[in-house]
C-alpha cells in the first residue's frame, strides 16, 4: 500500500505541474487548446492513469482489485478495458477532432 500511496502523489505532483505550465501559457498568452482538445487531453490522461494503476495495483502487485468477488479478474479486465483503452481511444480522438478544427479555423 506504500507503493500505491508514493504512486498517487506523484501523479498529484504531475497534475499540478500540468496546472502550472497551462496557466503559464495563459498567462503569457501563448496558445492554449481548443477545449475539445483539452477535453481529450483529460480523458486520455484519466485512461492512463487508469491503464497505469490498473496495471500495476490490480494485476501485478494484487495490492486491491476493482470488486472484492470471487472471479475478480472480469472485473480488472473490464476495467483496463473500458477505464483505460477506451478512455485514451476517445480523449484521442478528441485531441485529434479538437486540433483539426483550430486548424481549419
Known sequence: MG?????HAFVWVITLVG??????????????????????????GWGLFNLVE??????????HYVRQVPNYTVYNLTFLAIGGALF??????????????????
Open 54 to 63: 490498473g496495471i500495476i495495483d490490480h494485476q501485478i502487485l494484487a495490492v
Open 19 to 44: 496546472i502550472l505550465l497551462l496557466w503559464s501559457a495563459a498567462y503569457r498568452r501563448d496558445a492554449i487548446p481548443s477545449l475539445q482538445s483539452f477535453v481529450g487531453q483529460l480523458i486520455l
Open 88 to 105: 485514451i481511444l476517445i480523449g484521442w480522438m478528441l485531441m485529434k477532432a479538437g486540433r483539426r478544427a483550430a486548424a481549419e479555423a
Open 3 to 7: 507503493w500505491d500511496g508514493i504512486f
